[in-house]
């Protein structure tokens, strides 16, 4: 797949098969994800990739500590308001959401299910966490996004699958424990990753953009 088809027609995906993607591939991938620049070349990204039991056991903690309505506490602190440019933007997104599946995302009911959904990784196959020294700085979370970007880049040229998920990372310091990450570390991203199920409603969405006029301004 060419680059340009590729960065344009990569989404998010939130329904997979069952079928198991081989090691070998899921390596090709973190082995062209490690290629992304970073400060200084300071590489600042570690992953996990997670299959089978390892899997099943981590989501079964992480779907038990919501059901017993424990509080999240992400490393990464969760935004509690936004600028008006970006919170149109997500107001956007949700009423059109809205209007295809008749569900609304913002009621405690809903934000639950979609927790659990999460924490299930969707029923992919696979997960994957990135996660990176916590005494690191702001730059080094710039770098760790453009490596998860590539890796779902990547992913995508391949037939893959990925959603990225801020979520995932709700229980951090269990999700460490479970994994063996030390506390050390700051967890940044889950994402979910498999083959697409074509067939599903759930990845018939597709999500829009700002025109480009509104985002940028020329000078001369
Ligand atoms: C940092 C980050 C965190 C996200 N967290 C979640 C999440 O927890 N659960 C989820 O289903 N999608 C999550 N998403 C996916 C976004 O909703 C999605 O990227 C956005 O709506 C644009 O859609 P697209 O990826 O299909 O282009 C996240 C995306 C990013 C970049």
Known sequence: MDTLECIKTRRSIRKFTTEEVPRK??????????????YKNSQPWEAIILSGAKKKELSTILVGLLEDGKDNSPDLAYPTS?????????KNLMAKRMKLTGVDLGTPEMIFKAKKANFNFYFA???????????????????IGLFAQSLMLAAHAKG????PQAF??????EVK???GIPASKRLILGLSIGYPDKESPLNAYRTERVETGKICRWME
């Open 25 to 38: 591939n899921l390596e090709e991938l973190l082995e062209i994800a490690r290629w992304s620049p970073s």
């Open 82 to 90: 936004w600028p008006e440019r970006e919170n149109t933007n997500i």
């Open 125 to 143: 196959p696979h997960a994957i966490y990135l996660f990176q020294d916590a005494s690191l700085s702001e730059w080094s979370l710039f770098d």
């Open 160 to 163: 893959l699958a990925t959603v």
């Open 168 to 173: 995932a990372t709700d229980y951090a310091k």
């Open 177 to 179: 424990e479970c994994l």
